[in-house]
């Protein structure tokens, strides 16, 4: 079973960057569709983009532009770049396959913008 690590969150001011890494053991993500997800507080977790095996990606209308989700099948890695942060993205980050595997969340790593 695969195990997923998010790290990369902090707080950042508006119109900032972040760069979120999802770090992968105990299974290859090179077959999977994977995504990083999102979760407000007192919310439920949202899809915020994704990318398949053959790298193509989707994202939600609110982080067009802004977010780059990519991918590294050697590394076993998966990686959302975050620029023109705005406030209204703060929250815990998790990545996962798509659809999510109940077993595969992790933590999250939390993104704070705010001035």
């Known amino acids: 079973q695969v195990q997923l690590v998010e790290s990369g969150g902090g707080l950042v001011q508006p119109g900032g960057s972040l760069r979120l890494s999802c770090a992968a053991s105990?299974?290859?993500?090179?077959?999977?569709?994977m995504a990083w997800y999102r979760q407000f507080p007192g919310k439920e977790r949202e899809l915020v983009a994704s990318?398949?095996?053959?790298?193509?990606?989707n994202y939600i209308y609110s982080v067009r532009g802004r977010f780059t989700i990519s991918r590294d099948n050697a590394a076993n890695t998966v990686t959302l770049q975050m620029d023109s942060l705005k406030p209204e993205d703060t929250a815990v980050y998790y990545c996962?396959?798509?659809?999510?595997?109940?077993?595969?969340w992790g933590q999250g790593t939390q993104v704070t913008v705010s001035s």
């Open positions: 105990g299974d290859l993500l090179r077959f999977y569709i």
């Open positions: 990318i398949t095996s053959t790298s193509t990606t």
């Open positions: 996962n396959r798509m659809p999510g595997v109940e077993f595969a």
